[in-house]
């Protein structure tokens, strides 16, 4: 029997700065709404960077490429695990406690979560082994703050279509976008379902079917709330 989505418990307290992560299903608006916190960050002078997961470094990006292509679709489960978990790995240790040792905010499309939820409740991989290698690279340590973006699948690959035909998506990084819908709806349901349980209060659920100016609002009010800046 799958066991239930699992969590680091503790947060490290050396740092400095604040981690927040964004996640959710494709086409859920992650990227632009990681854009729109870094670039209010920086029109209110608060020290911050922006980086993502797979890619956030020079190393990820070559892991992200086998990762995101839809040449690649036949990739075993565990070998996509552990290229996720490597990326981490390298990510964590280079960019974001650099970041957060140096007082920034970190802003990071995706984290520990889209692995819980893509690889562990959607693919089935083994939750214990995924917490196991997060403490081994991570030790105690959470983000601060992750706002769990969420919109129907139907939706989101709407979206997805969309930024195809304008070009602000490409297909050189469409795998997951090929998946069944009935993968789609694992990932929101695993997305919910960690919202729901909300442990270390860290998730924040906001409504990703909105306009994308009254989502970033959503999202502002999250970051007030929890402390991340003052109003």
Do not use: W
Not at 84 to 98: G, M, N, Q, S, T
């Amino acid at each position: 029997m799958q066991k239930e989505i699992g969590f680091i418990t503790g947060r490290c307290c050396i740092y400095s700065g604040k981690l927040i992560t964004l996640c959710g299903g494709e086409g859920a608006g992650k990227s632009t709404q990681a854009k729109k916190i870094f670039d209010f960050f920086q029109s209110e002078n608060i020290p911050c960077i922006l980086t993502k997961e797979p890619g956030g470094t020079k190393i990820g990006l070559m892991i992200r490429k086998i990762l995101l292509s839809p040449e690649n679709s036949d990739i075993y489960n565990k070998t996509e695990l552990l290229l996720y978990l490597a990326d981490r790995a390298e990510h964590f240790h280079k960019v974001i406690v650099p970041g957060l040792q140096n007082g920034k905010i970190v802003i990071c499309d995706r984290f520990i979560d889209s692995t819980f939820v893509y690889q562990g409740e959607a693919r089935g991989m083994d939750i214990d082994f995924i917490n196991y290698v997060h403490k081994y690279i991570l030790g105690d340590f959470l983000p601060d703050l992750t706002l769990v973006l969420d919109c129907r699948p139907k939706s989101g690959l709407e979206r997805v279509d969309r930024d195809l035909a304008c070009g602000t998506r490409t297909e050189d990084e469409s795998r997951f976008d090929s998946e069944k819908i009935s993968f789609h709806e694992k990932i929101r349901a695993g997305f919910l379902k960690l919202a729901e349980k909300n442990e270390n209060a860290r998730f924040y659920l906001i409504d990703a079917e909105k306009t994308v100016d009254n989502v970033f609002e959503s999202i502002k009010s999250a970051i007030i709330e929890k402390g991340i800046i003052q109003n």
